[in-house]
């Protein structure tokens, strides 16, 4: 994720690579970084990436991130933006962590890898106007944003940030489909991806309801109505939404179960 942020922020002209600073203690981490970001810099440590930053973002895993925050507590000042893509870990904790509240958290998904990401953000109290402007800008760069109440992010990661997982059990499942009526995998698998995307982009381009261009498709007594009673039949779409559902419970249960660690 920081390497989809580092060349996505490059790519929409908002910084240069040499003003993109990152740590890592995995030397295959930081050459994969520069692999991507030709030109940007290697700090020797944490610390010394936030005293030569104005900008800082997390983009580690939750566990990860109470030893970061006090590692870098000493050297966070009121000029820092604290930016933390980590699922579950609160404003509140970022804030205590570090000592100061120009914090913002976010919600990305992997397909920020490819510049068709779906995104929320939540600002801290004291996150200012032009840290607002600079986070949607970011994220607006590697695909959609919107800037939610954070009681929303946990829903967010149920639905955009696990639902690329989803999307890709639906292509699996319906490349299956199509080897299992003669064709090839290869071509299974590209037909199954890019109807997806398709669909997809219709919904986001033409702005009309699923529901709607579903019924255009589907004429009376043809096969697309037959595919969609078999999927009604198999309780295709009530697993979705309990995915959606489970996913959010458990962003959830983990943001408890790291705001009662000490």
């Not at 986070?135 to 992010?153: H, I, K, P, T, Y």
């Not at 940030?161 to 071509?187: C, K, T, W």
Request: proline content about 5%; overall charge neutral.
């Amino acid at each position: 994720m920081a390497r989809a942020i580092a060349r996505g922020l490059v790519d929409a002209g908002l910084v240069k690579p040499a003003q993109i600073h990152a740590a890592d203690p995995s030397a295959d981490a930081t050459s994969g970084f520069l692999s991507i970001v030709p030109g940007a810099k290697i700090a020797e440590s944490n610390l010394q990436l936030v005293r030569d930053s104005r900008v800082v973002i997390l983009a580690i895993k939750p566990q990860m991130m109470p030893t970061a925050l006090r590692e870098i507590r000493s050297a966070i000042t009121a000029d820092h933006l604290v930016v933390s893509v980590a699922a579950g870990v609160s404003l509140a904790q970022l804030a205590e962590g570090i000592g100061s509240r120009r914090v913002i958290r976010v919600m990305p998904n992997t397909p920020c890898l490819v510049g068709e990401g779906a995104s929320a953000y939540s600002p801290g109290p004291e996150a200012t106007a032009e840290d607002d402007r600079w986070v949607a800008a970011m994220l607006d760069a590697l695909g959609r944003s919107f800037r939610l109440d954070e009681s929303l992010l946990d829903a967010v990661t149920g639905l955009s940030g696990s639902g690329p997982a989803y999307a890709f059990v639906m292509i699996e499942a319906l490349s299956d489909g199509g080897v299992r009526m003669g064709l090839p995998r290869n071509v299974a698998t590209i037909l199954a991806a890019q109807t997806l995307a398709g669909a997809a982009a219709m919904v986001l381009d033409s702005g009309e309801h699923p529901a709607s261009l579903k019924d255009k498709v589907a004429s009376p007594g043809g096969t697309t109505i037959a595919g969609l009673q078999a999927l009604e039949d198999r309780g295709v779409r009530a697993g979705l939404i309990a995915a959606v559902e489970a996913a959010t419970r458990r962003s959830r249960e983990l943001g408890m179960q790291r705001g009662t660690d000490k």
